[in-house]
């Protein structure tokens, strides 16, 4: 052996001594298999009737309501049969310009309501206003301009306050829109409570009369109009008001579950289920109201869940939680909810808010809304309700559902000849579904984590029921009847290599068994076993037969032996899966790969000789990986985890593609150091 050669040899067998002395990585890798949960459908068992509606309250955005079309649209798309309109804030409508206390009469300009109102009634929705509001603790209610308090009783005069609020509904009786449901004074509990649940009595007494005053002149005007507070299931106005109240047209309540960023995720889901729907020591569920008040007065009223959200924090900023998966899975946990325990409406706080205007507090909230104001793009809460409302009708029949976990719940009912079962994940980790008493196929609708909650959408498809489902973390799922026909239609998505780097020549080194990776989907209706072929170039490097789910999608491992293959030629790479009978789209039953050029063991940049470029280009790829995020700008790439100033690096050095650049590449480049083709 020439001197020379030799000593090129020692330096770089000392090179990459000194590598593999530097580098020492150990990877443990533990699979678990998720908790299995299964889901029981009793399609022939009935388990209620649905007597519930969507809703939400508009705030600042009923300008933008009534002026742009979109609101409306968004509104029917999700089916919202209530909106609440509230009228005691500066920036509400306030159609009473001027109340003029010695006639009991007022100046008033309906223009702005009377188009809101039209929009609320063209969106297939019916309105509910607020009249007044009590804005914090031993405080009156807010009025209009020129309307006194009476200082006796720290509330308006009763017959003013009456007419006040019948002109509201002679008003729209008179323009042929007559409205349903009203209240006339917002968490009125500020007023006479004097510890949270307790009443002053005295003050009790007063807001009672003042109701009582307002009803009585509000069905004067209509008889059908229904009239309410939100301090209606409070333990102590409802006892008291049993007694000495009259013309309740139906229970109100308010609800949300948390008061701090700090608040757990899971003590938040909790009391969507809990909170307001269970009688304590300050409230009564609302079952137990209704009973309570058919007890004394002998009428059934409706329930109205009239304002509720996540949370209620804003002086530093909204909760963050209330647009993302966390606020979609507490959306979809209240409407559950409110259907089993015979809630009429819920009115979600709010259909829209400002991203730009809310994301620099110190919580980095988006407000409360369930779409984002400054585009109309929706949050998840707003797929939530998209997902349920179309599919929701009152008189649906409820079909009795067990989870064998309290992980996930569900919930089944039939609408319109159509079965639909909702599942809810309630935890944040991966869990095993097996369904039972379904039909075989199932189309679905489904919110998780998969996509962001900053673009989020909803995900559809078909599922065979015969297999186990995935949740991996928060999931909203509906499964609906599948009315598709019996269609065979098997795809090829992708064929690919790890040589996807568009800097570098695509090639591979001789004599390495290197992986092709063929991406298979199901795009039909029924389940299918079929064959897929791999080919390089006309000559077959392998064949499998796999069975395959409705909408499953399965990536198969090929193997190239290139040790038959000639070097220095160009191959390309082929997938043909076998057609099933009655199968029409055929188009799509193979697919191939762009060109790649196999070279002698070593050779990672294809100039026919193994040299001190090639130990290079290996050398600065050491310990790198291959980035496998689909939705990273840098899919495909060979990069350190720390990236370098020449990231990203060659994917010809990783010789065994094994995803990384390591020791056995650089001993393989290192064994063939010096090679050149003749």
């Not at 299931?233 to 701090?260: A, E, I, P, V």
Request: charged share 20%; hydrophobic share 35%; with cysteine.
């Amino acid at each position: 052996m020439p001197r020379a050669r030799s000593l090129r040899i020692v330096g770089v067998v000392s090179v990459f001594t000194l590598i593999i002395s530097l580098t020492v990585s150990i990877e443990l890798s533990f699979a678990t298999t998720p908790p299995q949960i299964d889901i029981s459908l009793y399609e022939s068992t009935t388990a209620g009737s649905i007597d519930f509606s969507l809703g939400f309250m508009l705030d600042k955005e009923w300008t933008d309501f009534r002026a742009n079309p979109i609101y409306g649209n968004l509104t029917k798309d999700a089916n919202f049969k209530l909106i609440r309109i509230i009228n005691f804030k500066e920036d509400n409508p306030q159609p009473c310009t001027y109340w003029y206390e010695s006639n009991r009469t007022g100046k008033f300009d309906w223009h702005e309501t009377d188009e809101l109102v039209g929009k609320v009634f063209d969106s297939g929705a019916q309105p509910l206003i607020t009249l007044r509001s009590v804005p914090s603790y031993n405080t009156p209610p807010t009025v209009p301009p020129g309307m006194k308090i009476d200082p006796s009783t720290g509330l308006p005069y009763l017959d003013s306050f009456g007419a006040y609020c019948k002109a509201w509904v002679n008003h729209f009786k008179n323009i042929g829109k007559p409205i349903k449901y009203w209240e006339v004074i917002n968490e009125a509990w500020y007023f006479f409570f004097k510890s949270w649940g307790v009443a002053d009595q005295t003050k009790l007494s007063n807001f009672v009369k003042l109701f009582n005053a307002a009803t009585a002149k509000m069905h004067e005007a209509d008889p059908a109009a229904l009239v309410s507070n939100d301090a209606s299931t409070f333990r102590c106005f409802l006892d008291y008001f049993t007694q000495y109240g009259q013309g309740l047209g139906f229970l109100s309540f308010h609800k949300y579950d948390s008061g701090s960023v700090s608040d757990s995720d899971s003590s938040i889901l909790n009391s969507a289920e809990t909170k307001c729907f269970e009688t304590t020591m300050t409230m009564y569920s609302p079952n137990d109201a209704r009973n309570k008040y058919y007890t004394a007065k002998g009428i059934k009223l409706p329930v109205i869940l009239t304002e509720t959200n996540l949370s209620y924090i804003f002086k530093d900023g909204c909760d963050p939680r209330i647009q993302n998966m966390i606020g979609a899975i507490w959306t979809s946990l209240l409407i559950r909810t409110c259907i089993l325990k015979g809630v009429q409406y819920h009115t979600y706080y709010c259909l829209a808010s400002n991203k730009t205007s809310q994301q620099y507090t110190p919580t980095g909230g988006y407000g409360f809304g369930m779409v984002n104001r400054d585009n109309l793009e929706p949050w998840y809460p707003y797929y939530v309700h998209e997902m349920i409302g179309p599919s929701l009708g009152k008189g649906d029949r409820i079909l009795k559902t067990t989870s064998s976990s309290s992980d996930v719940r569900a919930l089944a009912w039939v609408h319109q000849k159509t079965m639909n079962l909702l599942l809810i994940c309630k935890v944040n980790a991966s869990r095993n579904i097996l369904l039972h008493g379904l039909p075989a196929i199932l189309s679905f609708q489904k919110i998780d984590n998969k996509i962001s909650y900053e673009k989020p959408s909803l995900q559809r498809g078909l599922v065979d029921t015969s297999m186990v489902y995935a949740f991996r973390g928060y999931t909203v799922l509906l499964l609906q009847n599948s009315s598709q026909p019996q269609i065979s239609d098997i795809a090829i998505s992708n064929i690919y290599h790890t040589r996807v780097n568009g800097t570098s020549k695509p090639l591979v080194c001789r004599r390495t068994d290197f992986p092709l990776y063929i991406t298979i989907a199901n795009q039909g209706t029924v389940t299918e076993t079929v064959s897929v072929s791999a080919y390089a170039n006309s000559t077959l490097i392998g064949r499998k037969t796999v069975t395959m789910r409705v909408g499953e999608t399965r990536q198969l491992t090929f193997s190239w032996d290139t040790s038959a293959f000639v070097e220095y030629r160009r191959y390309f790479f082929k997938a043909i899966v076998s057609s099933s009978e009655g199968e029409v789209d055929t188009g799509d039953n193979s697919l191939s790969s762009k060109t790649i050029t196999l070279t002698h063991m070593g050779d990672i940049n294809g100039d026919g000789k193994v040299s001190i470029l090639d130990l290079a280009i290996a050398s600065q790829g050491f310990a790198s990986l291959r980035l496998n995020d689909q939705l990273s700008i840098n899919y495909g790439e060979y990069r350190h985890t720390v990236p370098c100033a020449t990231c990203p690096h060659s994917p010809n050095a990783d010789i065994n593609a094994d995803e990384k650049i390591d020791v056995v590449d650089l001993s393989r480049v290192s064994s063939a150091f010096g090679w050149a083709q003749s």
